[in-house]
């Protein structure tokens, strides 16, 4: 019977290049933008909102004030 010496395996693992953090990094930045447009998107519609609330308000001003002026004049 032959004797084998004993085998030694040696496993290498390579980093990968930094290409899973890199990928992290542009998923955390579109999902930064994304939510940037989603918020200013939300803030030109209560802006737009209140304007046309203040233009009502403005417009019942002014027929108010007619009326005023129409009930001085009886």
Partial sequence: ???????????????????TAIIALLVIALIAVGAYF???????????VSQAAQQVG???????DAAKDAAKRQ
Avoid at 1 to 19: D, I, K, L
């Fill in 1 to 19: 019977m032959a004797t084998e010496e004993p085998r030694t395996v040696v496993v290498e693992r390579s980093g990968g290049g930094g290409m």
């Fill in 38 to 48: 989603l918020i200013s998107k939300e803030g030109r519609k209560d802006d737009a």
């Fill in 58 to 64: 403005d417009a019942a001003q002014d027929v108010g």
